[in-house]
């Protein structure tokens, strides 16, 4: 059994730069095992629509100790704003995912071999 150690190599606020690093690398990876995790604070329901679409069975859990999460059937958009999370997501989820989440604090993880 392994664990596997990653840490970031980039940090910017540019999301085209951050994007062009990311072909970069991906360019010259063993894609064959690629997954893609997804964290997003959610905090209007104009978000949270698209996000839902693209991620229906997405994990979410309201923020700030209030009560509501997906595993307790809640409704999201009643919660907000809430942390959501997608995991094993294909890659080309990426783009559409940048795009639902506007200007809300986000991450992408590109996770190899799961």
Do not use: H, K
């Not at 910017?12 to 964290?39: C, K, M, Y």
Request: with cysteine; net charge negative.
């Amino acid at each position: 059994m392994s664990n596997s150690y990653a840490q970031p190599i980039l940090r910017t606020a540019d999301l085209s730069e951050g994007l062009r690093i990311v072909e970069q690398l991906l360019r010259i990876a063993d894609l064959r095992a690629l997954e893609v995790d997804f964290d997003v604070r959610v905090s209007s329901t104009e978000v949270l629509s698209p996000l839902l679409e693209l991620m229906p069975d997405a994990d979410w859990w309201a923020e700030g100790g209030r009560d509501g999460s997906s595993d307790e059937g809640a409704d999201p958009a009643a919660c907000l704003p809430i942390r959501l999370r997608g995991w094993a997501m294909p890659p080309e989820a990426v783009e559409p995912f940048l795009r639902a989440v506007g200007d809300n604090p986000a991450s992408v993880r590109w996770d190899f071999n799961a």
